[in-house]
């Protein structure tokens, strides 16, 4: 695991459009923090990279919000969003959990992934997300990502280890 601070949200949005250079399809990402932790600013950053149509907010109330995408991008033509804090783990089930899941073509952000940890794969790779409590720094974000990225990811994660690397 790699930590990297980023000082706003442009900056966090920057750190997840080099991230998502990493991404192939079925891949499955579980954002973990606290609220205000910058998970969805994370996904936003994602998003663009990939030219999701927005408006990019949160699926905290909708629970799965579904991007399919104008052009395939490393294997990629859709992106779910799904935000599971108000969810008991079941009943993530009949919101076609499965499906989503095992469609070949698809990118899953889960949010709040401890609330259905049951149902999240085994391959699923997680980022964690804070914020320090101090009140006068209220942008600043510690991002840890996984370093098993993909080997032909070289010149990626060389410019993600240049980016505010702790």
Request: net charge negative; aromatic share 10%; charged share 20%.
């Amino acid at each position: 695991m790699k930590n990297f601070t980023t000082l706003s949200r442009k900056e966090t949005q920057e750190l997840a459009m080099l991230f998502a250079e990493t991404l192939h399809s079925k891949t499955f990402l579980c954002l973990d923090g606290n609220l205000g932790g910058g998970k969805t600013t994370f996904a936003q950053g994602i998003l663009t990279f990939f030219e999701a149509e927005p408006p990019y907010t949160s699926p905290t109330f909708s629970l799965i919000k579904e991007y399919p995408l104008p052009r395939e991008k490393n294997g990629i033509s859709y992106i779910y969003h799904i935000d599971a804090y108000r969810i008991a783990s079941p009943d993530i089930l009949s919101l076609g959990w499965e499906e989503i899941i095992e469609k070949p073509q698809s990118l899953i952000l889960l949010e709040w992934p401890e609330n259905v940890s049951e149902y999240i794969p085994k391959t699923a790779l997680f980022l964690t997300f804070s914020h320090p409590q101090n009140p006068h720094d209220k942008d600043t974000r510690i991002i840890t990502l996984p370093n098993n990225l993909p080997p032909d990811t070289v010149s990626t994660t060389n410019a993600l280890s240049q980016h505010h690397l702790e």
